[in-house]
């Protein structure tokens, strides 16, 4: 039996992590459990799964779940220090990171730092913090086993082989709900639009970053600390149907791929069950009633997050944790209706051209970093502010 803890079980991949524990209910156990705010859902979850202890980031909620939980012998914590506290616990064997964004870099640490393997699904940790996390793991002889639809399928194109042989890795992408339209029309995109993804069910920051593309910049970065493959050796594919999650080719000019319906369920499965493989019961991939699938080649005029992601990788340190931040920060400003669609890029791009860049990071360098891409955007959207007030006198 696997003693598993679960960070941001509330969430889309959290939801779906539970699915595939609560279909193997024999070999796995739930220790820990966390959510951001939505205390009713971690309530329910606890009482369902009875796990040791939960944490939830938002203390106000605190209240609420201990009312519920703690009668029944399951403890609360509270804020980010409650986070890190569940993920500092050594009686696990498997942490699994479904936090969304910045907020799910440091338990990812603090889990490595307790000695944990990591199935890690919080892409931004390894954006962020790639070549530190690269480094604990080899101190530590511990393992990190990727969630990510596109790096799941590169590992599993990976069995086998011998990194030698590697010609370049090819990411899918479905090229998101904007594909086609005309980039005169990116101005006029609303957040409702853009939270409309054609292939898959996920969290809004994912579904916004898959409709700027960002998400793709972002797994390019992923694969190049995953897999040690040179960032020139990554190339993007668009993939409109979303059935071939990636590809690798090899040296000999071979392509291997994995193929199956988009459902997160089995990657988060495959990271739990490898090396083995469990039966599953839902629904198997009709290849014939698919009937076709297609590849074109990205847009990165209309798409500039691609060409930002290469740039910050390319430049190393702690520019890919500015790409990050500030994506989020403006993802959010977006939803907000505070900034357009277009100027998701345009601050990225700002940022990485006026924020101080600092190599070889340690945390505290991402953190510092952290702060001062927060200040950026303030200043920037502020400005945004201020532009329009006077264009409006
Ligand atoms: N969804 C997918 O299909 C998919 C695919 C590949 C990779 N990923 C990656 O997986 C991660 C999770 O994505 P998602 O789509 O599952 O997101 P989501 O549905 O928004 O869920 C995010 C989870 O994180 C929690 N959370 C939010 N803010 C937090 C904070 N400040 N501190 C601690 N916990 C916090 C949320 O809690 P509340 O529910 O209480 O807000 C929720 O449990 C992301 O890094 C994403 O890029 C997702």
Redesign the pocket.
Known sequence: MQRISIF???????INALKVIGANPDRFRVQYL?????ADLLTEQALALRPVAVAI?DSTKAARLEQALQPQGIAVLSGKTG?LELASRTDVDLVLN????T??LEPSIQALNAEKDLAL????SLVMAGELINRLLAEKKLRLFP???EHSAIWQCLVGENEKNIRKLILTGSGGPFRTLPKEKFSEITPRQALRHPT?S?????TIDSATMMNKGLEIIEAHWLFHIPPKKIEVVIHPQSIIHSMVEFIDGSIKAQLGLPD?KLPIQYALSYPDRFPVSWENTDLAEIGTLTFEAPDIEKFPSLRLAAAALKRGGTAPAILNVVNELAVYAFLENKISFPDIPTLVENALSSIGITDKPSLQDILTTEQSSCEFVERYISGLKQTKGTRQK
Do not use: F, L, P, Y
Not at 8 to 14: A, V
């Open positions: 941001g079980s509330t969430g889309s991949i959290g966390s959510a951001g705010s939505n980031a986070i479904a936090i969304v964004g907020a799910g699904s919080n892409k931004e969630i990510d639809s898959w996920m969290g809004r920051k994912i997160m």
